[in-house]
């Protein structure tokens, strides 16, 4: 486990309580076929959870990972309020996943890889993943896409050091936040630090930053590739590109 994961994991101490608000996901394209004649459900990591309407919906059992314990009390409110009809819960660093060999699908979602990738290269992140599962297993991917104009928390055109404000939402206990952006890339653009204050009335303003990777879509099918994944399926939606890859034959 790297010192990288674990300041990663402790910023996200704070952001649990307020994470469901202020989350946005876009479910992907390509969940639905994903989940056609899936059981049983990876997340991973799963943050607050993202796509558990969809879950629900598509009746699947569910196991929710994540290094982080305040995130996983977050994402068991979720599941329980979206109606998942069976939830497991796993604490693990991406180097700790467990044998996942019951599921039929694993889900990587917004941009969740990209963060991965800036603590863990990316062929080891694609091996970790490929040993936690059986042949046949799919593998939804929802990561960056560097060539549109973004998504709700990354611009790609966005100045360099230029604050705004991006989003403002109510918390559950009623707080109003208030998030302020601001971005720096490497002088070869391959990863990017986004900087997020937030401000709330009578409250100290608090600031994380979030390091992301930025490999192309093509790159990221090639080590797949390479990998042990067998890519079916991509789409661009929304400041992401989607990837639906299933696991070959040997591990």
């Excluded at 049983?40 to 629900?56: Q, R």
């Excluded at 990587?108 to 080891?124: E, G, I, S």
Aim: hydrophobic residues 40%.
């Amino acid at each position: 486990m790297s010192a990288q994961a674990e300041r990663v994991v402790d910023s996200y101490r704070h952001r649990a309580a307020w994470m469901r608000a202020e989350a946005r996901p876009t479910n992907p394209h390509l969940l639905s076929k994903a989940l056609d004649g899936a059981t049983h459900v990876t997340e991973f990591p799963c943050g607050a959870g993202h796509f558990l309407d969809a879950y629900a919906a598509a009746g699947v059992r569910v196991r929710l990972v994540d290094a982080s314990w305040p995130m996983l009390t977050v994402a068991t409110h979720h599941a329980r309020e979206a109606g998942v009809v069976e939830l497991a819960l796993g604490c693990h660093f991406l180097h700790q996943l467990p044998n996942v060999s019951d599921e039929d699908l694993v889900v990587v979602p917004n941009a969740a890889l990209n963060q991965l990738v800036a603590q863990t290269p990316l062929p080891n992140v694609f091996t970790f993943l490929r040993q936690a599962v059986q042949p046949g297993t799919r593998l939804l991917l929802q990561h960056l896409a560097v060539d549109t104009p973004g998504c709700g928390f990354y611009t790609p055109t966005l100045v360099d050091g230029h604050q705004v404000r991006d989003h403002r939402f109510r918390a559950l206990d009623g707080q109003e936040v208030t998030r302020y952006r601001r971005q720096h890339h490497t002088q070869d653009r391959s990863r990017v630090r986004i900087e997020f204050t937030y401000t709330s009335p009578g409250q100290v303003d608090h600031t994380t930053r979030v390091d992301l990777a930025l490999p192309s879509a093509d790159k990221i099918e090639a080590v797949l590739t390479d990998t042990g994944w067998d890519t079916t399926h991509a789409h661009t939606r929304s400041g992401f590109c989607e990837v639906l890859a299933t696991a070959g034959g040997s591990r």
